[in-house]
């Protein structure tokens, strides 16, 4: 057993204690700063966790989980190559589609404004299953859009004053076209059928599609593709189908997974939750330094209780127990309301921004600013346990000092004094 039941009934008869124990002012303080640190801790990584899959859902839904390239430009023969990357056993597997995509940078010109965007050739059938319910569509349906008709970002249109039905011109540099005075840009104008708002500003205000006969004719690239996108089923498992096709690949033709493609945007995402999580574990050491003061205290208090003790037999090793017990329950008490208190918002989150939206007004998280219409929320268990177990160590830690500080008191110089 780790703890006698001597030391027990000790640690718990100090806690009850008005002065200087758990019912002491600190010991309060120490106790409620752990609970709302864990809580804290708990809401803001889940809520950081949800922003974290809704936006990395939103862009991987715009582009493959794998993305094949060739070194050299276009990818000709593309249904060649699309039929033996199916075929591999490895990417059966694990991948539900392998879609040909074509992109190319463009000027987009209306009424005399312009805006650089990026124009993108895929078969709307392709477009309408790779985009979440988070995406809105206004104007023709997708699987309507012919060849010559354009589906643009909403930010895009609105900046460029279009509204459907408009026709607007791109301008391609690299799709030039050679006349007598030298090579041209190209211009072609295409209506705008459709538009969408995806929520990302990066796509909404530098995105247009179109069906990919029309993208090989505007970018003059032939019976070619630019990349094939790979959609796996689970996105976090790309090692092993990107290590497949390197190896099934020929020479010349460069894999690479979502991570790579938005590496800056996946690392500043990260960065950004672990200053958050070291930002909000001061609250917790803070608690824990309170629970210091709240055991020196109490040894000082108890200084003639330890003498007694020490002169009755009780071991050093004992006094330790019983201090570490007594700072550490209040630790795990903290812990395990704040798991509590945390968990019950993290999951109930949106209904309490919403409640607290009606109490006060005011737009809590604005739509147009975040561009979500929701608090989104991934509460997992192992981060709340993890966050748990950290404070129940730290508060273990700060009761080392007052107990080493207990068990070396001189019983002899203690009672000399009274």
């Known amino acids: 057993m780790l703890f006698s039941k001597l030391e027990k009934k000790v640690a718990f008869r100090y806690l009850r204690a008005k002065k200087r124990g758990f019912g002491s002012v600190v010991s309060w303080v120490?106790?409620?700063g752990i609970m709302l640190g864990v809580a804290t801790l708990i809401v803001v990584m889940s809520v950081m966790g949800g922003f974290h899959d809704v936006l990395l859902g939103r862009i991987i839904g715009m582009n493959g989980h794998i993305v094949v390239q060739h070194q050299d430009g276009p990818i000709s023969d593309y249904d060649f190559l699309i039929d033996k990357i199916k075929q591999n056993k490895v990417v059966k597997a694990h991948a539900t589609s392998v879609v040909p995509i074509i992109e190319g940078q463009v000027m987009v010109t209306h009424n005399g404004k312009n805006s650089g965007a990026m124009?993108?050739?895929?078969?709307m059938s392709d477009l309408l299953s790779k985009t979440d319910g988070g995406t809105r569509f206004y104007g023709k349906a997708l699987p309507e859009i012919k060849d010559g008709?354009?589906?643009?970002?909403?930010?895009l249109g609105r900046g460029l004053g279009v509204t459907l039905g408009n026709d607007v011109s791109l301008v391609s540099a690299n799709a030039s076209t050679?006349?007598?005075f030298g090579s041209m840009p190209r211009i072609v104008a295409y209506p705008v059928k459709t538009s969408f708002f995806m929520g990302m500003y990066e796509y909404d205000s530098g995105y247009v599609f179109m069906n990919l006969a029309t993208a090989q004719k505007y970018l003059n690239i032939g019976n070619s593709v630019t990349h094939i996108d790979i959609f796996l089923r689970d996105a976090e498992n790309t090692t092993a189908v990107r290590d497949a096709l390197m190896r099934l690949l020929p020479d010349g033709f460069i894999v690479r997974d979502w991570r790579d493609l938005n590496r800056g945007f996946v690392g500043a995402l990260q960065v950004e939750s672990n200053v958050?999580?070291?930002?909000?574990?001061?609250?917790?050491?803070?608690a824990a330094f309170n629970?210091?003061?709240?055991?020196?205290?109490?040894?000082?208090?108890?200084?003639?209780d330890i003498a007694v003790l020490r002169t009755f037999g009780v071991s050093r090793k004992s006094m330790m127990r019983i201090f570490i017990l007594s700072g550490t329950t209040i630790g795990v008490v903290g812990a395990v309301l704040g798991t509590f208190l945390g968990t019950i918002v993290a999951i109930y989150i949106e209904p309490i921004r919403k409640f607290f939206q009606w109490l006060t007004g005011r737009d809590l998280f604005p739509a147009e600013l975040y561009y979500l219409s929701e608090l989104p929320s991934k509460l997992e268990f192992w981060t709340v346990f993890g966050i748990a177990v950290v404070a129940i160590l730290l508060a273990f830690l700060a009761t080392l000092y007052p107990a080493w500080k207990a068990a070396n008191t001189d019983p002899v110089e203690v009672l000399r004094n009274e």
């Open 119 to 123: 124009v993108r050739g895929i078969n």
């Open 178 to 180: 050679p006349t007598p």
């Open 30 to 32: 120490s106790l409620i």
């Open 291 to 304: 629970i210091v003061s709240s055991l020196v205290m109490l040894v000082k208090d108890k200084s003639k």
């Open 149 to 155: 008709e354009l589906v643009m970002g909403a930010s």
């Open 276 to 286: 958050m999580f070291l930002i909000l574990m001061l609250i917790i050491i803070v």
